[in-house]
């Protein structure tokens, strides 16, 4: 079983945005917060290329990789991979709402039948030592969130899941894009608290328009932990504060210089290993949002850290424009 004190900050799983090079610049800002991988078919894990799937840096730990599939050997077989590869937790995708769940092989679509969900748990959980657990929606469609959520948690937590992170929206199969599934659908917190109240022994996190740490924190009256999305992608240097805000951390001036040095070196090791500069900075140019200099930075990082042959002084010019000691806060 999971502690609550554990994982009471989570990174989401979003597609093509939490790669490993994304987890890495994450994990320099906190040292606490569960990350979590993109979502990797199972057939993929099992048939495809796993190094290239699964490899990751080992400053990245706590991470979690999360699965999708709807087939229970496949998915066992897939957990077992990623224990192997070092994972701390293996996650089952109950949530997305992409085109491709249509075929009806996993996402959320897999709300609609409980009962399958709890017997991928329950062979995930016999194949692996480490945690298994679930993310899913408040429900799919035309469901009431009611007893559609409680029959997911109750056969989730029966086949031993070790925690349930809900988004805290209705996913639309029909009708909406993924991109409007993540905003038109209503956010519901209090479903989700709800389901904590009656699940007091599980841990219940919650997901789904978190915009901040203070908003994070209010959540975890209520739930055992908090999950940001676009807000940690896009305003990253909230992270900063992760450590503090909810693991006791000290509270103390966060050294960005040193961050930017730490990843200037970890991008000069991926483009040693025929990677390119732009497969990193991409995920950090919304790093000092709102300081004067900012714009100059985002600029930088968008044309010259992708052009061909760029190196890590590309990210050392671009840090230097950012100004921190100017009151004034140049418009985003």
């Keep these: 079983m999971l502690k609550n004190q554990e994982h009471r900050l989570a990174i989401a799983p979003m597609m ?3 790669d490993r090079h994304c987890r890495f610049f994450h994990r320099q800002m906190t040292s606490r917060a569960l990350l979590y ?3 990797v078919v199972a057939d993929a894990v099992i048939q495809g290329a796993r190094e ?3 490899a990751f840096d080992n400053a990245e730990h706590p991470v979690a990789l999360q699965l999708g599939g709807s087939d229970a050997g496949k998915l066992a077989e897939a957990a077992r991979i990623g224990e192997a590869f070092g994972y701390d937790e293996i996650n089952l995708n109950v949530g997305c709402p992409s085109d491709r769940v ?7 679509c897999l709300m609609k039948v409980p009962d399958l969900v709890a017997g991928c748990v329950a062979a995930m959980k016999a194949a692996v030592t480490i945690p298994v657990t679930v993310k899913c929606r408040i429900g799919v469609d035309e469901q009431d969130p009611e007893p559609a959520l409680d029959a997911l948690a109750d056969g989730v937590f029966d086949a031993g899941a070790d925690a349930l992170w809900v988004h805290a929206r209705k996913a639309w199969l029909e009708g909406l894009s993924p991109k409007e599934n993540r905003d038109i659908p209503p956010l519901d917190y209090g479903r989700v608290y709800r389901l904590k109240a009656r699940k007091r022994n599980e841990f219940i996190g919650i997901n789904g328009g978190i915009q ?5 924190r209010a959540h975890l009256d209520h739930v055992d932990g908090a999950m940001l999305g676009r807000a940690a992608y896009h305003t990253p240097g909230i992270l900063a504060g992760v450590d503090a805000a909810f693991y006791g951390a000290r509270p103390y001036a966060f050294d ?3 961050l930017i040095d730490s990843m200037a070196e970890y991008a000069a090791r991926h483009i040693e290993q025929g990677g390119r500069l732009g497969h990193v900075t991409r995920h950090m140019v919304g790093l000092f949002h709102g300081l004067p200099g900012a714009r100059r930075y985002r600029q930088i990082l968008s044309t010259d850290a992708t052009r061909p042959g760029a190196g890590p002084d590309v990210l050392k010019t671009a840090f230097a424009a950012v100004e921190f ?7 985003a």
């Excluded at 000691?325 to 418009?331: D, I, R, S």
């Design 16 to 18: 093509d945005w939490t």
């Design 52 to 54: 290239r799937l699964l």
């Design 256 to 258: 960005f210089a040193a």
């Design 37 to 39: 991988t993109e979502m």
């Design 102 to 108: 249509q075929s009806g092989t996993f996402g959320a």
């Design 325 to 331: 000691g100017g009151a004034a806060a140049e418009a």
């Design 212 to 216: 901040s740490i203070e908003e994070a």
